[in-house]
C-alpha cells in the first residue's frame, strides 16, 4: 500500500487556488486537513456577540461622591465579555474509487496515479465550487430582486448594492459574481465605456469594476437555479475539507493497483458576516390559469355552484 494524502492535499489547494471560484469568499483558499477519519468536527470557534457600548463619563456631584459614594461609579454600568466556543462540523463527503490495470494502462504505473491524482483533484473542487456557491446562497443576509436584465434595471440594481454595503458600514473590497446574461449587459452599458474611464475592456470581454465591484463571470453550474448574481465583502466566511485516505494498493481480481480516497468538507460563516453577503434573483412570475387572470378555481367554484342550482331546479 502507497499513501498519497500529502500528494492530494497539495494538489487540492494549488487547484483550488486557480480555479475555485469562490476562493476570495473563503478568505483566499479551502484548507485542507488530513488524517481526519475519527473527527466530525473540523475546528472550534470563538465568538462574542457582547455589544460595545458607548458611555459618557458621568462627573455628576452624586456619582461616586456624596451619596453615590460606594453604589455608584462614573464609568457607567459594566458590561461582562464573554465567548462562546462553537464546534464547526464536516457537512459533506466525497470519494474515490479507480483501479489502473498494468495491462492497459498504456503509461507507466506511477505516472498513470499522479495523472489520476491531479484530474481526481479538479473534479474536486468542480465539485467544491458547486457546494460553496450553494453555502452562499443559502447565508446570504440579504437577497435583491430584479425582474429583467436590461440597462435600467443594471444601474439600478448596483446603485442599490452600493447604498446597501454602504449603510451597513461594510468595509473591504467588494466583489459580485455574476451570471453570464448580468455580465454581458454590464459589458455592454453605455456607462461601460473607454470615454467614461471605465475599467472595461470591449475587446476581452473583461469589466474589472463597475461602481465600486470587482466584476467576475460565473458559469452557470455554479449559481443555484435562479441565482443571478452574489455580492459580498472578500474573506467573511472559511472553507475547509479533510482527507481521511488516499491509497493505492495492488487488487486481485485486476493486474495493477486500486486508487481510494475519502474526504469531508464544509463551510463556516460568522452570523454578524451574513449582512454582508447578498444574493441577486430575477422574479419568477407566476404562471396564470386557463382564465389568464389566477382566479381559475375561485371562478370555476362559483360558476360551477351557480350553474349546478339552476340547472337543478
Known sequence: MRIYQKEFKETLEKIYGVQGYFRDFFGGGVETLDGVSNSSTAFTVKTSDIPVIIRDYDTDAETAFGEGTSNSNRFGPRTEVISTDIDVPYTWTWAIHEGIDRHTTNQDLEEAIIDRIVLQGEEKV??????HSQFISS???????????????????????YNYFLDIGAFGNKVAKVSGELYNAIIDHPLSTIIKNSDANISENEVVKFKGFNIEPIPSPYLVEGDIAYV???NVAKAFTGIDTARTFEAHDIDGVVLQGSGKAGEFIPDKNKAA??????KVEETPDENGDGNGGENGGENGGENGGENGG
Do not use: M, P, Q, R
Open 139 to 161: 447565508v446570504a443576509g440579504e437577497e435583491f430582486e430584479i425582474e429583467e436584465i436590461n440597462e435600467d434595471t443594471v444601474v439600478k440594481l448596483f446603485n442599490d448594492l
Open 277 to 282: 453577503v447578498v444574493k441577486v434573483v430575477v
Open 126 to 131: 468542480h465539485l467544491f465550487n458547486i457546494k
Open 232 to 234: 459580498y465583502v472578500e
